[in-house]
Nanobody, 122 residues
Framework: VQLQASGGGLVQAGDSLRLSCTAS????????MGWFRQAPEKEREFVVA????????HYADSSKGRFTISRDNAKNMVYLQMNTLKPEDTAVYYC????????????????WGQGTLVTVSS
């Protein structure tokens, strides 16, 4: 499966932004999907993941309560709604697909898209 993230941009603190991830290829609906992010000079970190049918989600503490993941298997899309953005949310955001388990570990994910940059100004 090929993934492409989009929707990033420059926003102010407190604003909202919705990221999209478009998947191509077969069997998108069988993949667990995740969002990760990488801030400048920092390691990539887990944001949130969702099971293949959308019934279960797992959020990092940093995103819980502000971010919402969703997916539309009919459209091969996964979304990340980000509200009340903070300067510390500034990062390149990546979507990723996993075949087997819902996890916060990046090593579990088999496919990665190129990132989309989110910049939050104070």
């Amino acid at each position: 499966v090929q993934l492409q993230a989009s929707g990033g941009g420059l926003v102010q603190a407190g604003d909202s932004l919705r990221l999209s991830c478009t998947a191509s290829g077969r069997a998108f609906s069988s993949y667990i999907m995740g969002w990760f992010r990488q801030a400048p000079e920092k390691e990539r970190e887990f944001v949130v993941a969702i099971t293949s049918d959308g019934s279960v989600t797992h959020y990092a503490d940093s995103s819980k309560g502000r971010f919402t993941i969703s997916r539309d298997n009919a459209k091969n899309m996964v979304y990340l709604q980000m509200n009340t953005l903070k300067p510390e949310d500034t990062a390149v955001y990546y979507c990723a697909a996993a075949k087997r388990i819902l996890s916060s570990r990046s090593s579990v994910y088999d496919y990665w898209g190129q990132g989309t940059l989110v910049t939050v100004s104070s």
